[in-house]
Every structure is written in C-alpha cells, then in structure tokens.
T-cell receptor, first 111, second 115 residues
Framework: ELKVEQNPLFLSMQEGKNYTIYCNYS?????LYWYRQDPGKSLESLFV?????AVKQEGRLMASLDTKARLSTLHITAAVHDLSATYFC???????????FGAGTRLTVKP | NAGVTQTPKFQVLKTGQSMTLQCAQD?????MYWYRQDPGMGLRLIYY???????DKGEVPNGYNVSRLNKREFSLRLESAAPSQTSVYFC??????????????FGSGTRLTVV
C-alpha cells in the first residue's frame, strides 16, 4: 500500500532562516506533488515532479525528487512570514487516480 | 474564472440526515475526485471518476455514494450522515492520466458538521 510520510509535522522558524521539509513514500510512484494550504482555504499546487533528479524552484521554495530513495524535499530559503502555511506532498502513478497525501507540515515563520 | 466550484460551503446535519455535495469544473478535465480532510491526516480519497460514466472507490468510500452526472459535474451523497463524517470535503479535477505534467485543481471545500 502506498504510504506518504512527511517530517517535520510542525515547523517554527525565524524570518531569514533556511529549512527543509522531507517527504518519503513507500512504493514506486510516477508523480510527486507539493501543495500549499492556507488556514481555511483550498489547496494550491506548487510543484509537480516527474523524474529522478527533477528540481523545480519558485521564489524562495525549491523542490527536488530522488526516486531511488523515494524521497522529495521542499527547501525554504530565507523564509518570510508570507510562507506561513501547511505544505503537503502527495504521490500517484500514471493511469491510477489514487493520489495519496502526507499528513502535512504546518510552517510558521516568525519575525 | 476557470476552476472547480463546490456547493455548499458550510453545512450542519443531524445524524441520519442525507445530503448531496455538488461539484462542477469548467476546465474540460476528464477526471474528478472527492477527498475528505481531517486534522492531522492530510487528504484521503473517497471516490473518483476517471472519465464520464465511470466511478471507483478510493481509500475511504464507506458511507458515501457518487454520481458523475456529465463531464462537468461530480456529486457526493451521504445517505445517512454520521458524526464520523464531520470533515472538510474537497472536490478536485485533473487532466488525462498518463499525459505527464498535469496537476490537480481543487475546489474551495465544504465544511460539514454532523451532530
């Protein structure tokens, strides 16, 4: 059964600092997603990673994928308060609609 | 604006009551999904529809039924609501599986409380 584990589940960091969120998954998957959710809001797609070694960057966020290790990372550079949110990773397979989510990482960036 | 529209946004039900959550997308996506979100558990798939006319169970289908009315609309029905179904429900849609870098678009959610 496909399982997705994120860590840490809670992360409090100061503005200007760097940190990494980790996402491990249990079986071979074809796509790895990162989503952002603000409190009381829907999910916003951040990145879709398709292949081993894939790296995508948007602003202060950079996501990478190591399919051999079944590991994805979301790196935060020089955090700002606006990045405070819950971040989810999720995986699925081609021709399989069952996308499985991690429990989420609640990030709080303090001034 | 293109996207996924869910109704209602909030609902309170008594145990045993029934209701239908509505979802429509205008992006010409083939696949549609219903997820529930509970605190500390991420999102879990209830049912999905890979294309018009087909539906399949996801991870947590018990207590729910779905209807893919046409390509745009996918509804979720609770026949006899239970307190364990108190949750936030999200509808989502996506392009054709197997065609690479497509993402999922989520609706704004329905916050359901069963008392």
């Amino acid at each position: 059964e496909l399982k997705v584990e994120q860590n840490p589940l809670f992360l409090s960091m100061q503005e200007g600092k760097n940190y990494t969120i980790y996402c491990n998954y249990s079986t071979t998957s074809d796509r790895l997603y990162w989503y952002r959710q603000d409190p009381g809001k829907s999910l916003e797609s951040l990145f879709v990673l398709l292949s081993n070694g894939a790296v995508k960057q948007e602003g202060r966020l950079m996501a990478s994928l190591d399919t051999k290790a079944r590991l994805s990372t979301l790196h935060i550079t020089a955090a700002v308060h606006d990045l405070s949110a819950t971040y989810f990773c999720a995986v699925d397979r081609y021709n399989n609609n069952d996308m499985r989510f991690g429990a989420g990482t609640r990030l709080t960036v303090k001034p | 604006n293109a996207g996924v529209t869910q109704t209602p946004k909030f609902q309170v039900l008594k145990t045993g009551q029934s209701m239908t959550l509505q979802c429509a997308q205008d992006m010409n996506h083939n696949s549609m999904y219903w997820y529930r979100q509970d605190p500390g558990m991420g999102l879990r798939l209830i049912y999905y529809s890979a294309s018009e006319g087909t539906t399949d169970k996801g991870e947590v289908p018990n207590g729910y039924n779905v209807s893919r009315l046409n390509k745009r609309e996918f509804s979720l029905r609770l026949e006899s609501a239970a307190p364990s179904q108190t949750s936030v429900y999200f509808c989502a849609s996506s392009g054709v599986p197997g065609q690479g870098d497509y993402g999922y678009t989520f609706g704004s959610g329905t916050r359901l409380t069963v008392v």
